[in-house]
Structure formats: structure tokens, C-alpha cells
Nanobody, 125 residues
Framework: VQLQASGGGLVQAGGSRRLSCVVS????????MGWFRQAPGKEREFVAG????????SYADSVKGRFTISRDNAENTVFLQLNSLKPEDTAVYYC???????????????????WGQGTLVTVSS
């Protein structure tokens, strides 16, 4: 399983950005997918997750109401829409897959076993 994240870049505070993550492998449709981020000098943190069907999502408190995770199982892709960006959202964003999750209706925040390479989002004030 390989994950390829894209969509990062420089954006002004208040702006928007859409991140994408394409996943190789035929079993994408049963993976829980997550987005994590790591800011300079900080530990990596969970941002958002989505279950296999897309009907269950979960968000960190810091991004609720501003970020939206979605998936297209036909295209093996998961998205993260970032709106109302703040300078504190500056980080490397990673997509991750939990290939052992199966048909669950909750979102784990740890235990993801495949990771993409990360894409940098920089929010200027």
C-alpha cells in the first residue's frame, strides 16, 4: 500500500486549501483513512478521520467546523478541505491508512499502519 499526498502550499490566513491523498491497492474501500499533522517543534497530531463508507467522520477540536474530510472510493482518494486557515495550522500534513480496520463505524486516532510522505501547508498572517 502506498499513499501519495498533495495539495500543500502557501496560503494567507483565512484562506482555503484542499489536500488529496491517492492510495494504491484494491482494498482502499475498507480502510479507515486519517489525516495527521506535525508542526515545527511539535509532535504529530490527529486532525481528521473517516471510516470505510464515508458516513462516519471525526475531527480534532482545533479544526472542527473548519476542516472537512471526505473520500472517493472509486478513485482511491481521500481529501481534506481546509477552510478559515490560521497561522497555527502551519504544519506538514500526512495521510494515513488503517488497513486492518475493516467495516467499522468509529474512527481510531492511532494504530494507522501506512503513511504518506506529507505535504507542507504554510499559513501566513
Amino acid at each position: 500500500v502506498q499513499l501519495q499526498a498533495s495539495g500543500g502550499g502557501l496560503v494567507q490566513a483565512g484562506g482555503s486549501r484542499r489536500l488529496s491523498c491517492v492510495v494504491s491497492g484494491r482494498a482502499f474501500g475498507v480502510y479507515v483513512m486519517g489525516w495527521f499533522r506535525q508542526a515545527p517543534g511539535k509532535e504529530r497530531e490527529f486532525v481528521a478521520g473517516i471510516n470505510w463508507s464515508g458516513r462516519k467522520t471525526s475531527y480534532a477540536d482545533s479544526v472542527k467546523g473548519r476542516f472537512t474530510i471526505s473520500r472517493d472510493n472509486a478513485e482511491n482518494t481521500v481529501f481534506l478541505q481546509l477552510n478559515s486557515l490560521k497561522p497555527e495550522d502551519t504544519a506538514v500534513y500526512y495521510c494515513a491508512a488503517d488497513s486492518r480496520s475493516g467495516y467499522i463505524d468509529y474512527i481510531p486516532v492511532r494504530g494507522y499502519d501506512y503513511w504518506g510522505q506529507g505535504t507542507l501547508v504554510t499559513v501566513s498572517s
